[in-house]
């Protein structure tokens, strides 16, 4: 059986809410090193995190999955700005990444991550942490 990894994540949690919602839409899939990665984080970076293993031939249909999660999970974040549902997640250009290449180039083995941030399309504001959704909203 071949075997491919379709996503990594840094966190137990978010590979876990993942691989759930793959279980649950009938998807056989595993976490790779989820416990090395959970009992010593630092290692993380440098296996690669915790990878996400389908088999080959569900990959398209995972992948897919994997891009409906992302975007259900994007839209569900309001801003708290402008009241926008138009996020998008990449990486922050700045003084950290130009930092992390030059560690990644020195220190050849040994990658750092780079910086990520969620970015409002619509007025420019970031964050690391996606906005809880409002109150009345969950109410209604
Ligand atoms: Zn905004």
């Known amino acids: 059986m071949n075997l491919v990894t379709v996503k990594t994540f840094d966190n137990y949690f978010s590979a876990n809410i993942t691989l759930?919602?793959?279980h649950a839409a009938g998807i056989e899939c595993y976490l790779k090193d989820e416990y090395t990665v959970t009992l010593d984080p630092i290692l993380s970076n440098a296996i690669g995190g915790i990878k996400l293993v389908v088999k080959l031939e569900d990959e398209i249909v995972v992948r897919k999955l994997l891009e409906a999660y992302e975007q259900d999970y994007l839209k569900?974040?309001?801003c708290p700005k402008c009241g926008n549902n138009n996020f998008t997640y990449l990486t922050k250009p700045g003084a950290t990444n130009y930092?992390?290449?030059l560690l990644t180039w020195i220190?050849?083995?040994y990658a750092v991550a780079p910086y990520y941030v969620y970015h409002c399309e619509n007025c420019g504001y970031?964050?690391?942490r996606l906005p809880e959704?409002?109150?009345e909203e969950l109410e209604s």
């Open 20 to 22: 759930t919602k793959l």
């Open 76 to 78: 569900a974040a309001t």
């Open 133 to 135: 959704k409002n109150i």
């Open 107 to 109: 220190f050849s083995s």
């Open 99 to 101: 930092i992390t290449a």
């Open 126 to 128: 970031e964050c690391e």
